[in-house]
Protein backbone atom coordinates (compact mmCIF):
# COMPACT_ATOMS: atom_id res chain seq x y z
CA UNK A 1 0.00 0.00 0.00
CA UNK A 2 1.18 3.25 -0.97
CA UNK A 3 -0.12 6.69 -0.02
CA UNK A 4 0.50 10.18 -1.72
CA UNK A 5 0.06 13.40 -0.67
CA UNK A 6 0.45 16.36 -2.62
CA UNK A 7 1.49 20.02 -1.12
CA UNK A 8 2.66 23.29 -3.23
CA UNK A 9 -0.78 24.39 -5.46
CA UNK A 10 -1.45 27.79 -4.76
CA UNK A 11 -2.20 30.60 -6.93
CA UNK A 12 0.21 32.11 -9.36
CA UNK A 13 0.39 34.95 -12.12
CA UNK A 14 1.11 33.74 -15.86
CA UNK A 15 4.76 33.45 -16.67
CA UNK A 16 5.23 33.01 -12.75
CA UNK A 17 6.85 29.37 -11.05
CA UNK A 18 5.26 26.67 -8.33
CA UNK A 19 6.70 23.53 -7.54
CA UNK A 20 4.80 21.06 -6.44
CA UNK A 21 5.82 17.73 -4.20
CA UNK A 22 4.48 15.01 -3.05
CA UNK A 23 5.74 12.27 -0.48
CA UNK A 24 5.28 9.01 -0.04
CA UNK A 25 4.46 6.63 2.60
CA UNK A 26 5.71 3.01 2.28
CA UNK A 27 8.68 0.80 1.91
CA UNK A 28 8.42 0.01 -2.13
CA UNK A 29 8.24 3.26 -3.26
CA UNK A 30 11.01 2.84 -6.17
CA UNK A 31 9.15 -0.11 -7.15
CA UNK A 32 6.73 2.37 -8.82
CA UNK A 33 7.26 4.87 -11.76
CA UNK A 34 5.69 8.21 -10.49
CA UNK A 35 3.86 10.44 -12.44
CA UNK A 36 1.72 13.87 -12.35
CA UNK A 37 -1.68 14.37 -13.95
CA UNK A 38 -4.03 17.04 -13.87
CA UNK A 39 -7.70 17.71 -14.24
CA UNK A 40 -9.32 21.12 -15.25
CA UNK A 41 -12.97 21.92 -14.45
CA UNK A 42 -15.16 19.97 -16.90
CA UNK A 43 -12.53 18.06 -18.50
CA UNK A 44 -10.80 14.79 -18.42
CA UNK A 45 -7.98 14.19 -16.19
CA UNK A 46 -4.56 14.03 -18.15
CA UNK A 47 -1.26 13.48 -18.40
CA UNK A 48 1.46 15.87 -17.35
CA UNK A 49 4.68 13.95 -16.81
CA UNK A 50 6.43 10.57 -15.51
CA UNK A 51 9.49 9.74 -14.31
CA UNK A 52 11.18 6.06 -14.43
CA UNK A 53 11.85 4.46 -11.05
CA UNK A 54 15.56 4.99 -10.99
CA UNK A 55 14.67 8.56 -11.70
CA UNK A 56 16.66 8.56 -15.10
CA UNK A 57 14.33 8.39 -17.57
CA UNK A 58 11.44 10.61 -17.52
CA UNK A 59 8.41 11.56 -20.06
CA UNK A 60 6.31 14.44 -20.65
CA UNK A 61 3.12 15.53 -22.05
CA UNK A 62 3.75 17.89 -25.40
CA UNK A 63 1.29 20.61 -23.44
CA UNK A 64 4.43 21.29 -21.10
CA UNK A 65 7.49 20.14 -22.02
CA UNK A 66 10.28 22.42 -21.84
CA UNK A 67 8.51 24.00 -19.07
CA UNK A 68 7.88 21.59 -16.46
CA UNK A 69 10.71 18.85 -15.03
CA UNK A 70 10.17 15.94 -13.04
CA UNK A 71 12.02 14.66 -10.28
CA UNK A 72 12.14 11.94 -7.83
CA UNK A 73 14.62 11.25 -4.24
CA UNK A 74 13.95 7.84 -3.92
CA UNK A 75 16.01 8.27 -0.49
CA UNK A 76 13.27 10.63 1.03
CA UNK A 77 10.52 9.03 -0.71
CA UNK A 78 9.15 12.46 -2.81
CA UNK A 79 8.42 13.15 -6.28
CA UNK A 80 8.57 16.90 -7.41
CA UNK A 81 6.88 18.92 -9.90
CA UNK A 82 9.15 22.00 -10.73
CA UNK A 83 6.50 24.43 -13.41
CA UNK A 84 7.93 27.32 -14.83
CA UNK A 85 6.86 30.08 -17.33
CA UNK A 86 3.00 28.84 -16.25
CA UNK A 87 0.03 29.96 -18.69
CA UNK A 88 -3.99 30.16 -17.48
CA UNK A 89 -4.53 27.18 -19.83
CA UNK A 90 -2.22 25.16 -17.14
CA UNK A 91 -5.04 26.08 -14.37
CA UNK A 92 -6.01 22.57 -12.79
CA UNK A 93 -6.28 20.04 -9.98
CA UNK A 94 -2.51 18.30 -10.00
CA UNK A 95 -2.36 14.26 -9.22
CA UNK A 96 0.49 12.43 -8.18
CA UNK A 97 0.40 8.72 -8.94
CA UNK A 98 2.23 5.72 -8.59
CA UNK A 99 1.87 3.29 -11.22
CA UNK A 100 3.20 0.62 -13.50
CA UNK A 101 6.92 0.87 -14.79
CA UNK A 102 7.57 1.21 -18.68
CA UNK A 103 9.91 1.94 -20.60
CA UNK A 104 11.67 5.33 -20.84
CA UNK A 105 10.08 6.63 -17.82
CA UNK A 106 6.41 5.99 -19.57
CA UNK A 107 3.98 4.60 -17.26
CA UNK A 108 1.35 1.73 -17.28
CA UNK A 109 -1.69 1.37 -15.06
CA UNK A 110 -1.83 3.52 -12.24
CA UNK A 111 -1.88 2.06 -8.82
CA UNK A 112 -2.16 4.67 -6.56
CA UNK A 113 -3.14 8.80 -6.51
CA UNK A 114 -2.94 11.32 -4.43
CA UNK A 115 -5.93 13.70 -3.07
CA UNK A 116 -4.77 16.49 -5.55
CA UNK A 117 -3.75 20.12 -5.15
CA UNK A 118 -5.07 22.91 -6.42
CA UNK A 119 -3.18 25.71 -9.34
CA UNK A 120 -4.22 28.52 -10.30
CA UNK A 121 -2.53 30.66 -13.23
CA UNK A 122 -3.90 34.25 -13.53
CA UNK A 123 -3.42 36.55 -16.73
Known amino acids: QVQLVESGGGLVQAGGSLRLSCAAS????????MGWFRQAPGKEREFVAS????????YYADSVKGRFTISRDNAKNTVGLQMNSLKPEDTAVYYC????????????????WGQGTQVTVSS
Open 97 to 112: AAGVAQAMGVMGAIDY
Open 26 to 33: GRTFNNYA
Open 51 to 58: ISRSGIFT
